[in-house]
Nanobody
């Protein structure tokens, strides 16, 4: 069983930065891929970024490529999402997710565990 707790959300002006963290209870081993998703009001939860178990492979949604960076520290059981050059359209609840295989995935249904989410609001 893996429990995930996100933190680091908040209110920021357009062009600003935030760093989200996802702390896991239970060890995040190199066999567990991690992902970030987001959900804006009235919209479906969408893929943002994913990282392989060992951290060597990442994938990003086109809308965040070049602005967001996903990383992980397996010794600290923590995954991060560095978000730069934030835009109002990035406003959403951000969710951390884990899948019990080491390969990346952009598909929401392929993740086994989810956090409760952290709100990010970007003002114009």
């Amino acid at each position: 069983q893996v429990q995930l707790v996100e933190s680091g959300g908040g209110l920021v002006q357009a062009g600003g930065s935030l760093r989200l963290s996802c702390a896991a209870t239970g060890r995040i081993s190199s066999s567990v891929a991690m992902g970030w998703f987001r959900q804006a009001p009235g919209k479906e939860r969408e893929f943002v970024a994913t990282i392989s178990g060992g951290g060597a492979f990442t994938n990003y949604a086109d809308s965040v490529k070049g602005r967001f960076t996903i990383s992980r520290d397996n010794n600290k059981n923590t995954v991060y999402l560095q978000m730069n050059s934030l835009k109002p359209e990035d406003t959403a609840a951000y969710y951390c997710a884990a899948r019990i295989v080491r390969y990346v995935s952009t598909m929401r249904d392929e993740y086994d565990y989810w956090g409760q989410g952290t709100q990010v609001t970007v003002s114009s």
